[in-house]
């Protein structure tokens, strides 16, 4: 028995093309060149994830007969993975009944400023002041969140509390900028279990089933290999692989590509961003590109390609309790901000050397708290009863390490920071014993870039002009964050996008 809202193809009965294509060349194929359809929809989506299962639900509301095609056995996608941050602001509900002033306004200053100098003022305008419509759409479509705060450092909430920091909002230089105001709304879930099946998977399973009541149809195991296209340069359909068999797709308003970023694929991470080569992929491996490049050959332009979001593995109570030094021995970021970006200061600016120094205290002090990550509480690579011998054990160069220490501590007594400004409650002279954790190479990462889209997420070609036809959302393009980074953009601009993909496709 067929599962619901799935209309399996079969290749042979259908229409499948006898021409097997290349899958490593994503060239585009003439729609003269079809003899015969295998599948026809208003609305095809690539990617059954966040991005692809909000498009569906707004197509559909819209009227479309939608067909998503999904190249796994299952929905889901890295979302259903993820910790399942959606960054959500302006004064939601959830705010607001934990007692958190914030706008539309104090939201885009902060993503103004930790986006860096490649943000995209219009789309985080855009989002910023849609974010309040959007966590009812959420909500409507089934999503929950507690009304419970998590305060501490995290990289998420070890409960199912629903709303937590997420982007270092609170922390320097951001608290200066905009009134700090906790963005990382998850989705409540109870005995979650980070990287299996998280808040993630609670975001996913409600919009599924919203979209399976409005009757969109899935075909699993069909994977997208390139586009279709008429005289005019418009995507009339994709052409699919399922079973080893080649399909032709038409899509009568047009495509939605929500197909992930180019994490798991060699080349164009080394084209495009190879800070991470090397780096384990904070992804799954069926993020390999194929939407960007079937994209690319039309036309369709990149941006911010080499932007990369960067996972620290290091445990944020003992970060925040400790100090974070480079190669040189010299601190180079509060050590109380979001962990994400002490990843990407580590990999970016500091070579990936860093070396966490805390003290026997603050090493207990931090053991003793609750962790959604315990994987990343390790043991000491030294310990030794003075910095100086500590200093003399990591190889650092002879008082590097004892005048940082010593700067700190003269400065922490009195509870300021006067050098990057942590936050007074971290803030605690450096004792003995003393160990430092080797957190060289502690580093894992994920493209931010992607293809360029409008804020009706059309594909958007050199001149800047939409490629009829050609829609795109998730990680597959450049969203908000395209630098800098915070918890929740993924899946925030993905959904955000996603229905704005849908609508526009249903709408053409």
């Known amino acids: 028995m067929s599962e619901p809202g799935v209309n399996h193809i079969e290749p042979e009965a259908r229409g499948a093309q006898p021409t097997m294509f290349d899958a490593n060349d994503p060239q585009p194929q003439r729609v003269s060149d079809v003899s015969e359809w295998s599948a026809r929809a208003d609305v095809v989506i690539a990617g059954y994830g966040i991005a692809g299962v909000c498009a569906a639900i707004e197509a559909a509301r819209c009227g479309a007969d939608v067909l998503i095609l999904e190249r796994t056995g299952g929905w889901g996608g890295a979302a259903a993975l993820a910790g399942g941050f959606v960054y959500l602001g302006g004064g939601t509900p959830l705010q ?21 100098p490649n943000a995209d003022p219009a789309k985080i305008a855009d989002y910023c002041r849609g974010s309040v419509d959007h966590y009812h759409w959420l909500v409507d479509c089934g999503v929950r969140f507690k009304e419970e705060f998590w305060g501490e450092p995290g990289w998420e909430p070890p409960h199912d509390e629903g709303l937590m920091y997420s982007g270092g909002e609170n922390a320097a230089p951001f608290n200066t900028v905009a009134t700090p105001a906790p963005r990382g709304h998850v989705p409540q879930m109870q005995n979650k279990r980070t990287g ?29 290999q390139r586009l279709i296209v008429d005289d005019d340069r418009r995507v009339v359909g994709v052409v699919a692989r399922r079973y080893g068999q080649d399909l ?63 996972a620290f593995f290091g445990d944020p109570q003992m970060l925040a309790r400790g100090i974070v030094v480079n190669g040189r021995g010299q601190r180079y970021i509060a050590e109380d901000t979001y962990p994400g970006r002490i ?88 004792g003995s014993p003393v160990a430092a954790f080797d957190m060289r190479g502690f580093t894992a990462g994920f493209p931010l870039g992607g293809l360029q889209t409008d804020l009706d997420a059309r594909v958007l070609d050199e001149s800047g002009e939409p490629i009829p036809g050609l829609y795109a959302a998730g990680r597959c393009t ?11 953009a993924s899946l925030g601009d993905g959904s955000f996008y996603g229905r704005r993909a849908g609508r526009a496709a249903a709408r053409r």
């Open 96 to 116: 607001r009944a934990l007692g958190f002033d914030d706008s539309a306004e104090n939201m885009e200053r902060f993503l103004l400023a930790a986006v860096g």
């Open 196 to 224: 299996e099946k998280g808040g993630g998977y609670m975001l996913m399973k409600p919009l599924v089933e919203t979209a399976e009541k409005l009757g969109v149809r899935v075909e699993y195991d069909t994977r997208i």
């Open 248 to 310: 032709t797709v038409a899509a009568d308003r047009g495509v939605v590509l929500a197909t992930g970023s180019f994490a798991y694929n060699e080349e164009m991470v080394a084209a495009y961003a190879p800070r991470l080569i090397g780096r384990p992929a904070a992804a799954i491996e069926e993020h390999d590109g194929i939407g960007i490049r079937v994209a690319q050959v039309v036309g369709g332009q990149v941006q911010a390609m080499d932007a990369t979001e960067v």
């Open 343 to 430: 990843g990407q200061a580590t990999l970016i600016e500091q070579d990936n050397q860093a070396f966490l120094i805390i003290d026997d205290e603050g090493h207990e002090a931090a053991l003793k708290t609750v962790t959604s990550t315990p994987f990343f509480r390790q043991q000491p690579t030294w310990v030794a009863e003075s910095v100086a011998e500590l200093e003399a054990e990591i190889g650092l160069s002879e008082n590097a390490l004892q005048e940082t220490v010593s700067y700190y501590n003269e400065h922490a007594a009195k509870g300021t920071d006067p050098l990057l400004g942590k936050k007074p409650e971290w803030l605690k002279p450096i």
């Open 478 to 488: 450049a969203g908000i964050c395209t630098g800098g980074y915070a918890s929740g």
